[in-house]
């Protein structure tokens, strides 16, 4: 093999602290090595140029580029390579700098590393075959995991594209976080007007299917080609025959459930649909506080209903979907603030969550908009918000910002004097966060014309004082102590991962930060892709997102979808395992190892062979170390291959 | 090129392409120092790695060998880090035997995001084999006949 090693600058990055120009004289001495050079930037247009001018003018049969992680740029070469006429697999990339250049100063060393990279990868060249992928038809439907905006706006846009769509939801309505604001920022403009349309639209479009009151409950196959089971949890109301009139929530007698629509402030019906525009609008049993499913006795809300819906026998029921791909958007949960103490840790009922004065705010909130104190139910005059509950706070493991609390505690104070026009609101805040499109400019009217009191500290206690909170803080601007007497305290409670994220990562086989959230593919060219082909992302669960930027992710991961699904057919990765029909023995252990069922046993000439399914094989290679006669041996890992690289590094 | 003398030793890491690489990746892009001492092999999975692999590599001359994987549940490929951790266990226990202190191959899992913890797991690892020194090599006249009687034995 006639090999070309090329070793990149990086402009500083590499450079800085490898003496590139060495490991390309020393890479030049390597076996099988005929040229080597080191370049300023390998990826671009020269730099790629040079690699397919040196392919021809030495007539290269293989190449190595030294420079960032294969992660970054291994498909760039490849494509380089083949614009020569090479195939894309007779290319290895050493990974000098991840690996090397940004983990240490030491220029000797570092260098010295940077050359055994070099002659692992030239080594493994050496054994590399060229690989041809085979083709695959696809299945045209797609997934959508999660009904808020984030997931409304991929399941439209797929649906208008032309696609079938399955929505999953895990709450009996679509909605998600913005169905329970009352009013969106900048625009103060209301937010069950401008989502309400898109949740109709969704119930109503010819290519969705919505299952709500729904859980995922197992994730087989893969980009092409996935089976879902779907878990449709017991509703005990017939969804098919239910109207949502709601006469058996007006009349049902248990009316101490937890309302989880309205963040608790107030109780629902053991029976109930979480709120009027809710889509799909059916009625469920909370069975935790049915009397008919705890002791057998009521029933009265299947004397009332006129459509004769209610069923209390409902089991569980799954169903088996196949899509080509999927988009989780499962958005965010609130972090639990209780474990501030100086905030009362739960004990004061008039400190309550953004959230919860969000509902209160809304019209069709259990106070029908009006702001009432939970403890007395009393109009409050002092309003305090405290900013960055559980946001930039490192002793409670939310380092992070979640990005839009300063903008809803503007739009809060905004909507406090416009309910009370006699009230008073202090902000305490850290900093004011409000990059975007018109935001400073709102958070400036907050202070300007609706005279909200900024207070730039933190709240170091709040204690009750006769039917009050007196809140204590820092003015860290006036160098001051600030006391308030608060009538009612709302704390910007932070974002965090949506409890059972991770499980849910698990089933989807996609990776996860420390917080939760789930991780993109490349945090700036690849932000709705995740590493698993056909799994997008969009929305808060990748991170924490206002309402455009999660309506733009739902696009993104649409525009995705629809241009994977393009294509009638997929190429396959050829990196999968082959077997040696020769070698194999029959004995069937990679059939029982191969999580994907790739492996099929087939009949030979009277004997029992192993059989790989290339377009369903995925390339782990657990069968390669499984096999016992080494017959099985994925392509581009192969034992040989691996320790090339093994005996590169330490025979020398 | 030969080890650094008197300042590397040699040190092999097999890593899984989707988790560890990620977060030894992850942690080169966030500049946490580490020590030079170790060369990654990636793999696809770590239930890609045949034990024999970690065997050649001490027997080779290696000083100590690194495996890591994703964290067990959160496998690309569902379960091959399980196999990993059976085959690794037992490795562990089998190496002593062979006649390598314990304490030469360590296995652990790392995500991708977890740039911070492989600066770590890569710091503490690289001390602890500075601390055993040097693998006894196999040394003598009849070294080369030795070892290539070791390697048919692993064919």
């Known amino acids: 093999m006639k090999i070309g090693v090329f070793v990149c600058h990086c402009g500083s990055n590499i450079e800085a602290t490898v003496d590139t120009a060495t490991v390309a004289a020393a890479a030049r001495e390597f076996p099988g090595v005929v040229f080597a050079t080191d370049t300023m930037y390998t990826c671009s247009e020269p730099g790629q140029d040079e690699i397919v001018d040196a392919i021809k003018e030495h007539n290269l049969d293989g190449i190595v580029v030294a420079s960032c992680s294969p992660r970054m740029h291994e498909q760039t070469f490849r494509r380089t390579v083949e614009r020569a006429g090479l195939n894309k697999y007779l290319f290895e990339m050493a990974n000098i700098r991840e690996h090397v250049s940004w983990i240490g100063k030491d220029r000797e060393a570092n260098t010295n590393k940077a050359v055994d990279l070099v002659r692992m990868a030239s080594e493994k060249l050496m054994n590399n075959q060229p690989l041809y992928p085979k083709k695959f038809t696809i299945n045209k439907r797609v997934l959508i995991i999660g009904g808020g905006v984030a997931g409304i706006q991929a399941a439209l846009d797929c649906a208008d594209g032309g696609l079938e769509v399955v929505m999953v939801e895990k709450t009996s309505t679509i909605g998600g976080k913005m169905a329970k604001l009352d009013k969106t920022f900048p625009t103060v403009d209301c937010s069950s007007c401008i989502l309400g349309p898109r949740m109709v639209d969704v119930a109503q479009h010819p290519n969705i299917t919505l299952y709500a009151f729904s859980e995922i409950e197992e994730i087989n196959g893969y980009v092409g080609n996935f089976e879902i089971k779907v878990k449709k949890k017991a509703t005990y109301v017939d969804w098919d025959a ?101 905030y009362g ?30 403890s ?75 005279d909200t009191n900024y207070i730039r500290g933190r709240v170091s206690m709040i204690y009750p004082k006769g039917d009050k909170l007196l809140v204590r803080g820092a003015d860290t601007l006036m160098g001051t102590q600030v006391e308030v007497d608060a009538d009612l305290v709302v704390l910007a409670v932070g974002a965090e991962a949506s409890k059972g994220a991770s499980k849910l990562a698990e089933k989807l086989r996609i990776s996860y930060d420390s917080y939760g959230f789930y991780m993109e593919g490349h945090p700036k060219l690849k932000p709705v892709e995740t590493n698993t082909a056909g799994v997008y992302l969009a929305g808060a669960c990748q991170g924490p997102k206002d309402i455009p930027s999660s309506v733009a992710q739902g696009s993104a991961a649409a525009a995705k979808v629809l241009g994977l699904f393009s294509k009638d057919q997929l190429e396959s990765d050829p990196q999968v395992s082959t077997v040696d029909i020769k070698r194999c023995i029959g004995c069937g252990k990679c059939i029982q190892t191969c999580p994907f069922g790739a492996i099929k046993e087939i009949d030979f000439r009277g004997m029992i062979k192993a059989n790989v399914i290339e377009t369903i094989c995925q390339g782990c290679g657990i069968c390669t170390s499984t096999c016992p006669q080494g017959a099985v041996q994925l392509q581009h890992s192969t034992d040989n291959q691996i320790l090339s690289e093994v005996n590169a590094l330490c025979q020398f | 090129m030969p080890v650094l003398e008197g300042k590397e030793l040699r040190i092999v890491g097999f890593l899984c392409n989707w988790c560890s690489y990620g977060g030894a990746d992850t942690a080169g892009v966030g500049r946490f120092n580490q020590p030079t001492d170790l060369r990654i092999i990636k793999v696809p999975c770590s ?31 569902s379960e091959g880090n399980f196999y990993a951790r059976r085959r690794l266990e037992i490795m562990q226990k089998f190496l002593p035997i062979l006649g390598y202190e314990p304490g030469r191959f360590e296995y652990t899992w790392v995500s991708a995001s977890e740039g911070q913890r492989w600066q770590q797991v890569v710091t503490e690892f690289t001390d602890q084999i500075h601390k055993l020194g040097p693998a006894p090599k196999i040394v003598g006249p009849e070294a080369s006949d030795t070892l290539s009687l070791m390697q048919a034995a692993l064919k």
């Not at chain 1, 380092?399 to 309910?419: E, N, R, S, V, W």
């Not at chain 1, 202090?426 to 609706?450: Q, W």
């Open chain 1, 242 to 342: 239910c109207t949502g009139c709601g006469i058996c929530m007006e009349k049902c007698p248990s009316k101490k459930a937890t309302d989880t629509f309205n963040e608790e402030i107030d109780f629902t019906k053991a029976i109930n649909i979480p709120f009027a525009q809710a889509i799909p609008k059916k009625a469920k049993i909370d069975p935790e506080f049915c009397t008919m499913l705890k002791k057998g006795k009521c029933g009265v809300c299947a004397k009332v209903c006129p459509s004769g819906c209610i069923d209390y026998e409902m089991k569980d029921e799954f169903i088996t979907e196949k899509v080509g791909a999927i988009v989780t958007a499962t958005g965010f949960d609130l972090f639990d603030w209780t474990v501030y103490e100086e």
């Open chain 1, 345 to 374: 840790g739960g004990r004061y009922p008039d400190v309550i969550t953004s959230l919860q004065y969000e509902r209160m705010l809304s019209a069709s909130g259990p106070t029908g908009g009006h702001i009432k104190r939970p």
């Open chain 1, 376 to 450: 007395d139910g009393k109009e409050p005059k002092d309003v305090v918000f405290i900013q960055c509950v559980g946001s930039r706070d490192k002793s409670v493991g939310r380092p992070y910002c979640t990005g839009f609390c300063c903008m809803y505690t503007a739009k809060q104070a905004i909507l406090t004097k416009d309910h009370l026009p006699g009230s008073q609101s202090y902000v305490f805040y850290m900093d004011i966060r409000a990059a975007g499109k018109l935001y400073d400019e709102f958070t400036r009217r907050a202070m300007e014309e609706y």
């Open chain 2, 47 to 77: 239930g890609r790695i045949d034990p024999l692999f970690i065997v050649k590599a001490l027997m080779n001359g290696a000083d100590g060998v690194l495996v890591s994987g994703c964290h067990p549940r959160d496998c690309h490929y």
